[in-house]
């Protein structure tokens, strides 16, 4: 048997050809790394002078056991990696001269390439500026009591509301590069510029809670974010929001509905469990610092 080699190209539409079928393969665990590549893959065709990303595969006996992209703003996104293989793509990317900024993974291969990337480069890692557990849906159980109200699509009159409410879902959790991004009207570059988007309105036609979801990729839909403004917390909106955008996803055909949440906020992890989605693993983002040290 060949040992393990990874293999890297630029072609994302070679890179998809020889690793789509092992991305699609664990859409949850993958959610991350299929939204982040599809969202690569249509820029690239609509800006092809654009700086091209780095995408590798990590192939042992003519199987894809793992993969790893790094977007031209030096995000690198894993799948999971044992210390041995992780150790190994630090070892090769520094060797080729990379950079990234941040790595995003789950917890054990983000921190593995953390202490790699430290050894072999001596870029100091930042404490973990990214937790959170991942949870797929299950049976979807809508919650009771339901508050009272509808689900609505967002059309083109609800923009306005629908960017002030992804600020401010920012700045409620400190995610200042989207806050730039929004500021500087620069919404398609944002995160948030491909999203769906899902209001709970009450009977009397007041917005009260809103949730988001990607486009389906390899059949998997990620919820994010989900957002109630603060004077209208506690009063069961967001759940509703969330059953509506994840029954619109399941409506669509999406096999693994997925979100992200906040570890140290219990309330919302709770929710999400009594509406049927079960925790699966816990992910993690570290960011490298380049800076040369200080003379003592």
Known sequence: MLPDDWHLTQDVDDFLAR???????????????????????????????AAAPVFGRLQSGGEVHAVFYLTPGGRLGLTPLSVEQTDALAAHLAGLGHSPSHVIADRDSAGAFAESWQRHTSA???????????????????PQPRPEGRGRITGGQDRERVVRWCREFCVDVGEQPSIDLIDAGSWDDSRFGDRHFTFWETPDGTLVAMAAATSMVGGMVRVDPVYTPAHLRGRGYAGAVTVEASRAALAAGATDVVLFTDPDNPASNALYQRIGYVRVADFAGYKFSYGAPQAE
């Open 124 to 142: 100091a890692p930042v404490p973990p500026f990214w937790r959170t557990h991942l949870y797929r849906l299950g049976t979807l159980t809508p």
């Open 19 to 49: 690793a789509g079928d092992f991305l699609r393969s664990r859409p949850a665990l993958h959610n991350t790394p299929l939204t982040d590549i599809e969202k690569l893959r249509i820029r690239g065709a609509a800006e092809p002078d």
